[in-house]
């Protein structure tokens, strides 16, 4: 009783930090904060199939961008897709395709999480390197599709004026009920089934555990919220194009959950939070400095190379990432337990 307490009081008290850094934040603050939610919750979703079902995967753009141009489909008046599409005009689906934000939001989900029910039949045939390459094929099928169907999604022009309505109200909201929802699926029947698959395939066969079901199951989570975040970023940024998602924003992620702990959705949390708000504080590495009297002039990407050198030290120290594949409460536990021993 007193643990359930606890976790209702946390949400309590995290959902009005959102409501508070909402409304007074500056423009650019909040903008940099959304960000960071934004991709906490495709590297949440991502990390459930990658670190804790032990499934090398790299098609989170594929899936981040269909449930980016699902929803802003819906959203975007009737009208405004009528001028916007200027190689052909719309498909008449489209131009019926009309709801509001939340309804728009969990479209874009489901449809991420029926691809990935499809996808997991010739998917999960394979494994290890095999299965990054099938799941890479699917990025960029996903990519290529949007560019050459212009009656879909206006092709290599993409979609503009999509509604903002992904303030950090929704962003935050989503980004706590997503962490609780792996934190829930970790420690459920389907969680330890997927932590005995990534340690040892055959071995949790050989215990009777349905390893498709529970692949398809992982899969299908991480499609969901990866559309759900994709949705999210398209009502945020209010434009999408195809080269948004390309294989770098796999990348991205994946440094992310390496990062925190492959496994560890606190260890994730928290490394979005340090990689966002780390690559906007050495922005000024960039800019003109002056050292010792000395103008060293404007170097651009500069920061990405202290960043990646920051990223290299880090790993060299903490090779399992910042939690390993434990959450915080986890560490915490073990090590009041050692201080009661050591009494």
Known sequence: MKGILIKIALITVSLGIIWYTNSHLDIYNLSIVNNIGIFAILALSY?????????FSLEPNGFVAIGAYMTAIFIIPMDTKIDMYALVDPAPVILQMQANFPIALLAGGLTSALMAFLLSVPVFRVRGDYLAIV????????????????????GAMGLNDIPEFA??????????????????????????????????EDAAVAMGVNTFKVKTYAFMTSAFFEGIGGGLLASFLS???????????????????????LGSMTGTLVSAIVIGFG????????????????????????????????????????RRGLFGDRELSDILKSKSSSK???V
């Open 47 to 55: 990390n459930l199939i990658n670190g804790v079902a032990g499934q």
């Open 135 to 154: 799941t890479l094929g699917f990025g960029f099928i996903i990519r290529i599709f949007a560019m050459n169907s212009p009656a879909y999604t206006n």
């Open 167 to 200: 303030d950090f109200r929704w962003i935050g909201s989503i980004t706590i009920f997503t962490f609780l929802v792996m934190i829930h699926v970790i420690y459920s029947k389907y969680g330890r089934a997927m932590k005995a698959i990534r340690d040892d």
């Open 239 to 261: 434009t999408i194009a195809p080269d948004q998602f390309t294989f770098l924003l796999t990348f991205y992620l994946l440094i992310i959950i390496v990062l925190g702990g």
């Open 279 to 318: 690559l906007e504080w050495l922005r000024f590495l960039d800019d003109n400095m002056t050292i010792f009297g000395y103008d060293t002039g404007a170097h651009p990407g500069m920061r990405m190379v202290v960043f990646s050198i920051l990223l290299i030290i880090t790993m060299l120290f903490a």
């Open 340 to 342: 009661r021993k050591n």
